[in-house]
Nanobody, 119 residues
Framework: QVQLVESGGGLVQAGGSLRLSCVAS????????MNWYRQAPGKQRELVAT???????TYADSVKGRFIISMDGAKNTVYLRMNNLQPEDTAVYYC?????????????WGQGTQVTVSS
């Protein structure tokens, strides 16, 4: 009943920028937080950035000063602006959200979007 769909991934050269989007849809009552994770080949999924509906944000040390997370509560959408991308940022990026919906509440995940940074 609730779906998260990411978009905006792609191939970019080192030093370039991308903006990821993630839209939550369905019978949503409220969203308390939306987050971005990433998983590189052979590595565990790691938390990249978090935001709450009152715009409190946190970042992994590896992306501080380069990535910006933002949320549009009216659109149930979270964005991740990624600047000065480096090859080590190559990964599948996933969004998740803590959502209250008609039948309860849960954490939902998107399907992921690939980001590849060439050197």
């Amino acid at each position: 009943q609730v779906q998260l769909v990411e978009s905006g991934g792609g191939l970019v050269q080192a030093g370039g920028s991308l903006r990821l989007s993630c839209v939550a849809s369905g019978r949503i009552s409220s969203i308390s937080a939306m987050n971005w994770y990433r998983q590189a080949p052979g590595k565990q999924r790691e938390l990249v950035a978090t935001t709450t509906t009152n715009h409190r944000t946190t970042y992994a040390d590896s992306v501080k000063g380069r990535f910006i997370i933002s949320m549009d509560g009216a659109k149930n959408t979270v964005y991740l602006r990624m600047n000065n991308l480096q090859p080590e940022d190559t990964a599948v990026y996933y969004c998740n959200a803590d959502i209250v919906y008609v039948d309860g509440s849960s954490i939902f995940w998107g399907q992921g979007t690939q980001v590849t940074v060439s050197s």
